[in-house]
C-alpha cells in the first residue's frame, strides 16, 4: 500500500491551521468539482481532494495521522504499525464531500476503525449505499447487454477495521436504458453494521458518444448522405440505422438538413424515442469532363442563383 | 453471490425511490429531503400516495447535498448552482444534437 500525502493533495503546509485546510479545499473543490472541470480525470482528483480533507478536517484523524505517517512520503510503500491507532477514537464516516466507500485502501486502513457509534454493541443500521457511473454504448439500450463494473468494497474483518477489496460485478443493463438514468442494484452497497442490511448501488448511466448516431433523451438523430437529384426529385432511399436497414421515402423538393422522423425507431421504452434522419447533401465532384458538363448544362438551363432565393445577393 | 453472477438492477424510472431511500443515496436523513421537498429545492414526482423520486431528481439531490456539505452552501444557493449546472447541461445536449462539439 501507498502512503498519501494528505497535505501534499491539498497543498498545505503540515502546519496548516483548520481555516487554512478548509479554505484549501473549496478552492480544489471548486477546480476538480466533476460537475465544473473538463479535466478527464476531475472525479479521481476531487476524490482524493475529497479523502485528503476528511483526514485533516477531523483532529482526531488528524493527530493520528500526523503520528503514523511522521517521515514518509508520497508514494512510499506504507503498512502501518500494529495497533497504532490505540488511544484515538474515530469512525469510518466521510467528509464532507464524499462518502466513505469512495475512498482509497490507504484511508481505510487507517481510519477504518469501527470505533464510535458505528462499533457500538447492538447498534444496528442500514449499510451505505454507493454510486458510480457506467459507460455504455447506444447498442446496449437499444438490445440491452450484460457488462462488466470493478467495484472497491469495504469489509469488516472481526476485529471490526474496514478493508477494501475489489470485486466485479457483471450487472445486466436493461433494454431501453436512457442516458442520465440511474440502475440501482439492491444489496450491493455496503455491508450494514449489527445484523442491518448491506446499502444499494446506484449505477448512473452514461452513453459513449456514437461516430454516427446523436442522442437527445430517447431521441437518436442521423445524419444521411444524400445526391442533389434525390433532394430536388424524391424517392426511395435504403438507410442504415441502428436498429436495421430501412426503406425511406424522401419528398420531392427537399433541401439539405430537413430532417424526416421515423416514429418509436429511438429508443425503446414506455414510450419510445424517435429517429430523425438529417438530410445531408453530398455534391459529386467536377473531375471529369462529363461531370464539368452536366454542371456547365445545369447552370446554363436551370438560371439558379440561391443567393437571389435567400433575399440576398450575398 | 459469486463473481461470476448476473445482478440485475431496476431502473428508476420503472421503481421511483421514497423519501427515506433518497436521503438515503443521499446520506442525508429524511428530515433534509422534507425541508428541501418543502423549500421546492429538490423536485419529485407526485403521486397520489407520496412523493417518488426519479434518476433526474435523484441526481439534483446528490448535487444539491454535495455543494451543501462541500462548500458549507446556503441551501438556495446550492439549488441556484444545481439550477445552472442543469441549464449548461441543456445546452451542451441541444449543441451535440445540432452535431457541434462543446467543449
Known sequence: ?314 | MTDNDIVTGLVLEDAALTIDELARACGADPGWVVAHLEAGILTCVVTEAAPRFTSRDLQRARRVRSLERTFEADPELAAMVADLIDEVERLRTRLRRAGLACD
Open chain 1, 1 to 314: 500500500m501507498e502512503f498519501r500525502d494528505y497535505y501534499q493533495v491539498l497543498g498545505v503546509e503540515r502546519s496548516a491551521s483548520a481555516d487554512e485546510i478548509k479554505r484549501a479545499y473549496r478552492k480544489l473543490a471548486r477546480k476538480y468539482h466533476p460537475d465544473v472541470s473538463k479535466a478527464p480525470d476531475a472525479e479521481q482528483r476531487m476524490q482524493a481532494v475529497n479523502e485528503a480533507y476528511a483526514a485533516l478536517s477531523d483532529p482526531e484523524k488528524r493527530a493520528a495521522y500526523d503520528q503514523v505517517g511522521r517521515g514518509f512520503h508520497a508514494g512510499q510503500e506504507f503498512r502501518p504499525p500494529p495497533d497504532w491507532d490505540a488511544g484515538f477514537e474515530f469512525s469510518f464516516g466521510g467528509g464532507p464531500g464524499g462518502q466513505a466507500g469512495d475512498f482509497s485502501d490507504f484511508f481505510s486502513t487507517l481510519f477504518g476503525g469501527m470505533g464510535g457509534a458505528g462499533g457500538q454493541r447492538g447498534f444496528r443500521t442500514h449499510g451505505e449505499d454507493h454510486h458510480a457511473k457506467i459507460m455504455i454504448d447506444l447498442e446496449d439500450a437499444l438490445h440491452g447487454a450484460t457488462r462488466a463494473i470493478a467495484l472497491r468494497v469495504p469489509t469488516v474483518d472481526p476485529r471490526g477495521h474496514v478493508a477494501v477489496r475489489e470485486r466485479t460485478l457483471h450487472v445486466k443493463i436493461p433494454r431501453g436504458v436512457a442516458d442520465g438514468q440511474q440502475i440501482r442494484l439492491a444489496g450491493q452497497g455496503s455491508p450494514g453494521l449489527g445484523g442491518g442490511p448491506p446499502g444499494d448501488l446506484y449505477l448512473e448511466v452514461r452513453f459513449h458518444p456514437h461516430p454516427r448516431f446523436r442522442v437527445d433523451g430517447r431521441d437518436i438523430l442521423q445524419s444521411v448522405p444524400v445526391a442533389p437529384w434525390e433532394l430536388a426529385l424524391g424517392g426511395a432511399i435504403e438507410v442504415a440505422t441502428p436498429g436495421g436497414t430501412v426503406q425511406v421515402k424522401i419528398p420531392p423538393g427537399s433541401q439539405t438538413g430537413r430532417k424526416l422522423r421515423l416514429k418509436g425507431r429511438g429508443i425503446p421504452g414506455t414510450t419510445p424515442g424517435d429517429l430523425y434522419l438529417e438530410l445531408q447533401v453530398v455534391l459529386p465532384p467536377a473531375d471529369s469532363d462529363k461531370a464539368r458538363e452536366l454542371y456547365e448544362s445545369m447552370a446554363r438551363e436551370l438560371a439558379f442563383d440561391p443567393r437571389r432565393a435567400a433575399g440576398g445577393r450575398g
